[in-house]
Every structure is written in structure tokens, then in C-alpha cells.
């Protein structure tokens, strides 16, 4: 399980915070995910990134933002979140190109929980 | 709009017997992918199986087979020969545009020694 990491595996926030989720993919993939997964709740999609560029922003909030420095590296800055935000927060990634059978790769996910 | 269905909000299975998942989609795509993934608790997702709509057989791996009915949009999952190490949640996701994967809400399969 070592493909793709992500830290901190378990968060806990104040609504007033700010802090960041990590996510670092070893396999040489050139597009990156975030996901959110909520209980009962079919995962949402909510960044995309293709070659460092975001290629999707799946209408979410602004409290979010992304930032993908390199193909390998993917940060999700938080600020200002609302309790309704605690979930699970999967990273993915895939290798882009050619046909669109192209598995995605997950990683544990960060536990969130904002206070 | 595409959207992923699962029914079985939960299943159990005997040890050594066999388990169907079921899933249905909507799309009006003739070209696109299906992937069954499976998330065991507090642990990582992982890909099971994925199907390409354009092959008419089924895929199979080892234990894990699918029944893919493509004018029915359906895409079930088959589990022989169950294992302790089975019991998690399973998703299926259909493939769409060029990155986007859309999930189904998750079956819980219980696995009963």
C-alpha cells in the first residue's frame, strides 16, 4: 500500500483553522484526484488535475483549494470549514492518455472531522 | 446525466459460498469502463475487477467475476468460494468523459465463518 500516501491519516479541526492534506503518488501517474466520501453517500469527485493543470472543480466550495506543484504531489488547503465537511478525504491518481480505461489508484484517505 | 446504482445496501455471505453484488447504470455512451472496487475497514480502496463496455466477455479475476449486461446497463459482481478476507465494502463505478469516475452508494458484505 504504498503507492499513493496520504497524511495526516486522521484531522480534527475548529471551524477558524487552516490546515492542509498531503497526498504523494510513486507510480509515475500524470493526473491526480481528491474525493470526498461521506457516509451513505456515493464518493464525490471534487479536483482534477492532468499534468499540474486542473482540468475539473466539481463545483466545491472555495474553502477548499488545491494545489498540485508536480505531477507526484497533491495538497488540499483548508480554511474556514463547516462541520457538515468532516469526511473521509480519498487522493487518487491514474495514468492519463489513450482510451479511458485507465485505473484510478487510491490512497488511505485523511479522517476529518471539523469541530 | 450518468448515474451508478446500488441496490443491496448490505449482504452476508457463508464462508466457501458464492455472493452476487448487483449494480446498474445509466448512460447513453456505446464506449466506456466499469470497475467494481472494494474497501475493506479503516483500510485502502483497491480495484477488484473493471470491465470494458466494447468486449462482450465477461472479465474475471481468480475468485471475482463479473455478468456484464450491456443492453440491461447492468454489472454485477460475483464472489466464489468467499473468504474472511471478502468481507468489506464494495463499490462500482462507471468511467465517463476522460477522468471521471462516478460511484454507487456501496454494498457491505458480510462474510460468516
Known amino acids: 500500500e504504498t503507492g499513493v500516501t496520504q497524511t495526516p491519516r486522521h484531522l480534527v479541526m475548529g471551524m477558524t483553522n487552516k490546515k492542509s492534506l498531503k497526498c504523494e503518488q510513486h507510480l509515475g501517474h500524470n493526473a491526480m484526484y481528491w474525493y470526498k466520501q461521506s457516509a451513505k453517500k456515493p464518493l464525490e469527485l471534487m479536483f482534477v488535475?492532468?499534468?499540474?493543470?486542473?482540468?475539473e472543480n466539481n463545483s466545491v466550495p472555495s474553502r477548499f483549494s488545491p494545489e498540485c506543484p508536480n505531477s507526484s504531489h497533491l495538497f488540499l488547503h483548508l480554511h474556514t470549514l463547516q462541520p457538515e465537511d468532516s469526511a473521509l478525504y480519498l487522493c487518487?491518481?491514474?495514468?492519463?492518455?489513450?482510451?479511458?480505461?485507465?485505473?484510478?489508484?487510491f490512497g488511505p484517505g485523511t479522517r476529518l472531522t471539523v469541530l | 446525466a450518468q448515474t451508478v446504482t446500488q441496490s443491496q445496501p448490505e449482504m452476508s455471505v457463508q464462508e466457501a459460498e458464492t455472493v452476487t453484488l448487483s449494480c446498474t447504470y445509466d448512460t447513453s455512451e456505446s464506449d466506456y469502463y466499469l470497475f467494481w472496487y472494494k474497501q475493506p475497514p479503516s483500510r485502502q480502496m483497491i480495484l477488484v475487477i473493471r470491465q470494458e463496455a466494447y468486449k462482450q466477455q465477461n472479465a474475471t479475476e481468480n475468485r471475482f467475476s463479473v455478468n456484464f449486461q450491456k443492453a440491461a446497463k447492468s454489472f454485477s459482481l460475483k464472489i466464489s468460494d468467499s473468504q474472511l478476507g471478502d468481507a468489506a465494502m464494495y463499490f462500482c463505478?462507471?468511467?465517463?468523459?476522460?477522468?471521471?469516475?462516478?460511484f454507487g452508494t456501496g454494498t457491505l458484505l458480510a462474510v460468516q465463518p
Open positions: 463505478a462507471y468511467r465517463v468523459d476522460t477522468n471521471k469516475l462516478i
Open positions: 488535475y492532468n499534468f499540474k493543470e486542473q482540468t
Open positions: 487518487a491518481s491514474s495514468q492519463e492518455g489513450g482510451r479511458r480505461g485507465n485505473t484510478q489508484y
